[in-house]
C-alpha cells in the first residue's frame, strides 16, 4: 500500500510515533510516498501539525493524537473535538479521550529492534534513576520525598533520531528500576514501554477517574510494573523497596518484561490495528 505519512519532529518527538513509525510501515511491506497519489494518509499527532499539510491529499485517513485531551497545564479539548468533527478515523492514547470523542483508543508500540535488553542485569550501573525533563511539576514531587540511590539522568541529546533512539535504549540499558515521576498528560507515557523493551522494571504513577483505564494496557498483577500515588509521594519510596528488597524477582521480572513488549506491544502490534476497519470506543 502507499501510504502518505505525516509525523512531528524534534528532540521530544518519540521514536515510535515519527521516524520509527516509517521504518516499521516499510519493515511491513507498505511503500511511503509524499502525498498524492496515495492509498492512505496517516498523520501521527494530528493536533501537532497544520491540517492544510496533509487535510488536501486525496485518500482515507488514519489520525494518531499524541496527547490527552486535557492535561494538568491545559486543555485540548477543543482541538481534539475539531480534528474529529472533520475526520471519522480518530485513534488516541488515552481511553478516556476515545470514549469522550466517539474514536478508538490506541496506545503507544516500541521499536524493539532498538530498544530490547542487551546488557547483563549485573553491568547495569543504575540502580533506580529517572530519564527525561524536570519540569516544575516533578521537582516539587521530588522535593517532598528523600530518596536514596536515585538519579535524574539527562535524556539522549544527538541531533540525529535514529542517533538518539539508540543512546537512549543505551541509557535504559543501565538501569533495574525505571521510575516514571508525575506527567502532565493522563496516560501511561512511551518511556514506559521504551525502558520495559529494555528489561527494566518500572514505577509508575497511578491514573484516577476517567484516566485510570488506561493502566488496563498492562495486566493486573504484572510482575514488571508497582505503582504509586503521585498525591502521595512516600508511596514512591514503598514501590521502589519492593523491587529493591527483591533482587532475584527484579531481575526476573525485567527479562519478562522484555518479552512481554516483543510479543503484545511493538510498533507492529500498533500499526494492525491503526490499519484495521475503523471502530469506536465502547
Keep these: 500500500m502507499r501510504i502518505a505519512l505525516f509525523h512531528p519532529t524534534g528532540h521530544f518527538v518519540a521514536w515510535a510515533m515519527s521516524e520509527g513509525l516509517a521504518h516499521a510501515l516499510e519493515r511491513i511491506g507498505h511503500e511511503l510516498v509524499s502525498g498524492d497519489p496515495c492509498d492512505l494518509v496517516i498523520v501521527s499527532g494530528p493536533e501537532l501539525i ?20 486535557v492535561r494538568d497545564d491545559d486543555d485540548f479539548s477543543w482541538c481534539f473535538r475539531n480534528i474529529r468533527s472533520r475526520h471519522a478515523g480518530c485513534f488516541f492514547p488515552g481511553v478516556q479521550d ?13 521499536d524493539t529492534g532498538i530498544f530490547k535488553a542487551e546488557r547483563p542485569w549485573g553491568d547495569r550501573k543504575h540502580p533506580c534513576a529517572f530519564v527525561g525533563q524536570m519540569y ?57 514501554y521504551e525502558a520495559l523493551a529494555c528489561g527494566s522494571v518500572v514505577v509508575l504513577p497511578e491514573l ?13 498483577g504484572s510482575p514488571f510494573l508497582r505503582y504509586y500515588d503521585p498525591e502521595q509521594p512516600t508511596t514512591l519510596r514503598s514501590a521502589i523497596e519492593f523491587f529493591r528488597g527483591n533482587e532475584d524477582f527484579t531481575r526476573l521480572a525485567g527479562g519478562l518484561a522484555a518479552q512481554e513488549m516483543r510479543s503484545k506491544h511493538t510498533i507492529e502490534h500498533r500499526l494492525a490495528e491503526l490499519l484495521s476497519p475503523v471502530e469506536v470506543c465502547t
Design 208 to 220: 484516577k477517574d476517567e484516566a485510570a483505564r488506561n493502566m488496563e494496557t498492562f495486566e493486573p
Design 50 to 69: 497544520a491540517a492544510e499539510k496533509w487535510e488536501s491529499v486525496n485518500a482515507p485517513k488514519r489520525l494518531w493524537f499524541h496527547e490527552t485531551a
Design 136 to 192: 516544575g511539576k516533578r521537582q516539587e514531587f521530588l522535593n517532598q520525598i528523600e530518596l536514596h540511590d536515585f538519579e535524574v539522568l539527562p535524556p539522549a541529546r544527538s541531533d540525529y533520531p535514529e542517533v538518539r533512539a539508540r543512546e537512549l535504549a543505551e541509557i535504559h540499558n543501565g538501569i533495574k528500576i525505571f521510575v516514571v515521576l508525575p506527567t502532565l498528560s493522563q496516560m501511561i507515557v512511551t518511556k514506559v
Design 98 to 110: 476515545a470514549e469522550t470523542f466517539d474514536s478508538q483508543w490506541l496506545n503507544w508500540g516500541v
